[in-house]
């Protein structure tokens, strides 16, 4: 991934960048050039006002107009991009704009490239998050998935080589160069989740997940891992997690990153990831149509290992753990059947009436298992329900929890990375669904609020710790043309352990 090598750096005088490179400018409807950086003289600016005059350029969102002929200008050319009308102008069309010319850079192979950062601006957009989000749209702008394609045919990736951020804003140097960073080990968290997510299922299986996460662990001092294999995790009575490997050839795994940051007296963050690797539904068999987008049932074990590469990557002073219980879910002779009663590590049993509810078996194990770190607060993630998708479309993720302080504080963090998720309630009325003629509980409940009942079924399992569900079976990963993982909500759940860290 390219952009690994690009140097970077901010200026207010762009004649401290010696070769030439393309500008990238923000103009609003007015077409008004006065905030444009001082690298363009009065003169510059009145021949691109001319050029912006002759064309259907008028400054709308999404328009660019790319500018060639500016004798004496320092740069070879300038993109003028579209920012819409400056009074309804905030970060949704900031990400927008920045979106919209992340992707014109890679159309254009852009190398070297100047961007006035100041004309994106208003007091509206806060510098530091301006630069965060830029770092984090440019440095992953160049992610293209490649694992199982011929790589003779495939063109050479795309590689910023330099970036200069131009702005007079006072804001110290270091500080800005720090969101950057940010930013930058973002994106690479996101690549290397979404890299996970597209995986096909006959590479990516849970010992592909243990095997990343192993080499993660080796490119940090501060990360250290685990490996329960399936007698250790019979051993400590995760009948149910197991349960759901059973029809499979594929051996599961249990896996324990621990990113040590800060002393050990400090209570981690605890991430929990669901990592079914393919689920077919087992004997409750999934319809064929789209199944092939099973592979990305393990898009929650992604995040996690995508959000701890990028906290190592920068250090960050917070004890987290990553918790992945991962399983390939198959019909054979030797699967699980609907009606089967299985026995959870906490002791509690569960009738499990479809085999295709199988992501909260394997968590209510691990949610089990964590109780033994005595965790701040524990947070897991999966593609649990259909369910979330009917509420909330692939816009927003959703979020419960038995924490009111804690959803506030994923809500905040949600809102800054524009990661966004929606609390649905969890009350007390709703686990009567989940009960059970001949267990303690059911896997699942009516016909109604699936996406409630699998919390509520999760719920039962965490009741000694703070803890959040994020089900992200709707944000996870796009269909259509654009099909591929998306990464979420890896950006979400590093703001958040950044807002919690000492520091950097």
């Given at each position: 991934m390219g952009l690994q090598?690009?140097?970077?750096?901010?200026?207010?005088?762009?004649?401290?960048?010696?070769?030439?490179?393309?500008?990238?400018?923000?103009?609003?409807?007015?077409?008004?050039?006065?905030?444009?950086?001082?690298?363009?003289?009065t003169s510059e600016k009145n021949k691109i006002s001319e050029i912006i005059k002759k064309s259907s350029f008028d400054g709308k969102l999404e328009q660019s107009l790319c500018i060639y002929d500016i004798s004496g200008s320092k740069f070879d050319k300038l993109y003028i991009i579209g920012l819409g009308e400056k009074d309804k102008y905030g970060e949704k069309k900031f990400l927008k704009a920045v979106n919209n010319f992340t992707k014109l850079c890679k159309k254009e192979n852009l190398k070297n490239i100047d961007i006035d950062l100041d004309s994106f601006l208003t007091n509206k957009i806060k510098i530091n998050w301006a630069?965060?989000?830029?770092?984090?749209?440019?440095?992953?702008?160049?992610?293209?998935?490649?694992?199982?394609?011929?790589?003779?045919?495939?063109?050479?990736?795309?590689?910023?080589?330099?970036?200069?951020?131009?702005?007079?804003?006072?804001?110290?140097?270091?500080?800005?160069?720090?969101?950057?960073q940010q930013g930058e080990a973002i994106a690479n968290g996101i690549k290397l989740a979404k890299n996970l997510g597209n995986l096909p299922s006959n590479i990516c299986t849970p010992t592909y997940l243990a095997k990343t996460a192993f080499n993660l662990s080796k490119k940090n001092k501060k990360l250290s891992i685990k490996i329960h294999d399936e007698k250790e995790m019979k051993s400590?009575?995760?009948?149910?997690?197991?349960?759901?490997?059973?029809?499979?050839?594929?051996?599961?795994?249990?896996?324990?990153?621990?990113?040590?940051?800060?002393?050990?007296?400090?209570?981690?963050?605890?991430?929990?990831?669901?990592?079914?690797?393919?689920?077919?539904?087992g004997i409750s068999i999934k319809p064929s149509n789209a199944m092939d987008e099973m592979k990305y049932d393990m898009c929650g074990a992604a995040s996690v290992l995508g959000t701890i590469k990028a906290i190592s990557e920068l250090n960050v002073k917070i004890n987290v753990i990553g918790v992945i219980a991962s399983a390939e879910n198959m019909p054979s002779g030797t699967a699980t059947n609907p009606?089967?009663?299985?026995?959870?590590?906490?002791?509690?049993?569960?009738?499990?009436?479809?085999?295709?509810?199988?992501?909260?078996?394997?968590?209510?194990?691990?949610?089990?298992?964590?109780?033994?770190?005595?965790?701040?607060?524990?947070?897991?993630?999966?593609?649990?329900?259909?369910?979330?998708?009917?509420?909330?479309?692939?816009?927003?993720?959703?979020?419960?929890?038995?924490?009111?302080?804690?959803?506030?504080?994923?809500?905040?963090?949600?809102?800054?990375?524009?990661?966004?998720?929606w609390e649905l309630p969890m009350w007390e009325e709703y686990q009567s669904e989940l009960d059970s003629n001949f267990a303690d509980i059911a896997n699942i409940g009516k016909r109604y609020a699936g996406t409630i009942t699998a919390a509520c079924f999760l719920s039962r399992f965490t009741e000694d710790y703070?803890?959040?569900?994020?089900?992200?079976?709707?944000?996870?990963?796009?269909?259509?043309?654009?099909?591929?993982?998306?990464?979420?909500?890896?950006?979400?759940?590093?703001?958040?352990?950044?807002?919690n860290a000492k520091s950097l």
């Open positions: 090598t690009m140097q970077y750096n901010f200026t207010d005088n762009i004649t401290s960048n010696s070769a030439k490179g393309s500008a990238i400018f923000g103009v609003f409807t007015s077409n008004n050039l006065n905030g444009l950086n001082k690298a363009l003289s630069v965060r989000n830029i770092s984090i749209l440019l440095c992953g702008i160049d992610y293209e998935y490649s694992e199982t394609k011929n790589k003779t045919k495939n063109k050479d990736g795309y590689e910023i080589t330099k970036l200069t951020l131009l702005s007079k804003n006072k804001n110290s140097l270091k500080n800005l160069k720090t969101c950057f400590m009575g995760m009948h149910c997690l197991l349960s759901v490997g059973n029809g499979s050839e594929e051996p599961s795994k249990l896996i324990t990153l621990k990113y040590n940051g800060a002393n050990k007296s400090d209570k981690p963050i605890v991430l929990v990831g669901k990592g079914i690797t393919f689920d077919t539904g009606g089967d009663v299985v026995k959870t590590m906490s002791g509690q049993t569960v009738e499990i009436l479809n085999t295709d509810a199988e992501g909260r078996l394997v968590l209510c194990d691990a949610l089990t298992y964590v109780n033994k770190f005595k965790p701040k607060y524990v947070i897991d993630i999966a593609t649990l329900t259909g369910a979330v998708l009917v509420a909330l479309g692939k816009v927003a993720s959703g979020i419960l929890s038995n924490d009111d302080k804690l959803t506030q504080m994923l809500k905040n963090s949600s809102n800054i990375s524009h990661d966004y998720i703070s803890w959040a569900h994020l089900d992200i079976a709707g944000t996870a990963w796009n269909d259509g043309s654009n099909k591929g993982g998306t990464g979420r909500p890896v950006s979400l759940l590093t703001h958040f352990i950044l807002n």
